[in-house]
């Protein structure tokens, strides 16, 4: 079992920054991949970003390109999720998942199917 805790959320500006956390406990792994998903009201989940080991192991969704950075502290167990230069349509509940059993030969998924771990999720709103 792993368990997510998400923290960082909260009410922005439009063009500013917030910082998540996902503090990852119970059987974690290096080797897994970790991902940011996100919820408006009304729509579906969706991608954010993923990560396996690093900074060149990492994938985005083509909305939060140049503006969100996703991160590991390994020692920690926790995953990062720099957003900056936020605008309204970044509102919604951000959910953290771990795929647990991926290959670690293969990029971090973009699929929420994929994913088999889930934080209980942080609300981020960003105001016009």
């Known amino acids: 079992q792993v368990q997510l805790v998400e923290s960082g959320g909260g009410l922005v500006q439009a063009g500013g920054s917030l910082r998540l956390s996902c503090a990852a406990s119970?059987?974690?792994?290096?080797?897994?991949?970790m991902g940011w998903f996100r919820q408006a009201p009304g729509k579906e989940r969706e991608f954010v970003a993923s990560?396996?080991?690093?900074?060149?192991?990492?994938r985005y969704a083509d909305s939060v390109k140049g503006r969100f950075t996703i991160s590991r502290d390994f020692a920690k167990n926790t995953v990062i999720l720099q957003m900056n230069s936020l605008k309204p349509e970044d509102t919604g509940v951000y959910y953290c998942?771990?795929?647990?059993?991926?290959?670690?030969?293969?990029?971090?998924?973009?699929?929420?199917?994929?994913?088999?771990?889930w934080g209980q999720g942080t609300q981020v709103t960003v105001s016009s």
């Open positions: 998942a771990a795929d647990t059993d991926g290959s670690i030969w293969l990029p971090p998924p973009i699929g929420s199917r994929q994913y088999n771990y």
């Open positions: 990560i396996r080991r690093g900074v060149g192991d990492t």
């Open positions: 119970g059987r974690t792994s290096n080797n897994y991949a």
